[in-house]
């Protein structure tokens, strides 16, 4: 059963920085990983995605800001988000493979 356990969620200020993991289990391998987030009454939206291909994408309103990363010996997937803004405010989720996905983690940015 694959699973994916978000973690490193919390409340920052405006300005500050966060490092998201996510740890997946019973799936031996995979390419295509990514993080979403949706805000209070938005639907779901991409953050950023790294494909099987090596190619990253970000949204146009964290890049500069957000690095998404692997380890690949702890099979976990990890998002830094730095230079936080109130508009990250958001329940982030994580997906592997465009299949699997995380319950979420809670990031509340303060101003």
């Known amino acids: 059963q694959v699973q994916l356990v978000e973690s490193g969620g919390g409340l920052v200020q405006a300005g500050g920085s966060l490092r998201l993991s996510c740890a997946v289990s019973?799936?031996?391998?995979?390419?295509?990983m990514g993080w979403y987030r949706q805000a209070p009454g938005k639907e779901r939206e991409l953050v950023a995605l790294?494909?099987?291909?090596?190619?990253?994408n970000y949204a146009d309103s964290v890049r500069d800001r957000f690095t998404i990363s692997r380890d690949n010996a702890k099979n976990t997937v990890y998002l830094q988000m730095n230079g936080l803004k109130p508009d990250d405010t958001a329940v982030y989720y994580c997906?592997?493979?465009?299949?699997?996905w995380g319950k979420g983690t809670l990031v509340t940015v303060a101003s």
């Open positions: 790294k494909s099987s291909s090596g190619t990253t």
């Open positions: 019973g799936l031996a391998g995979f390419n295509t």
């Open positions: 997906n592997v493979q465009r299949v699997y």
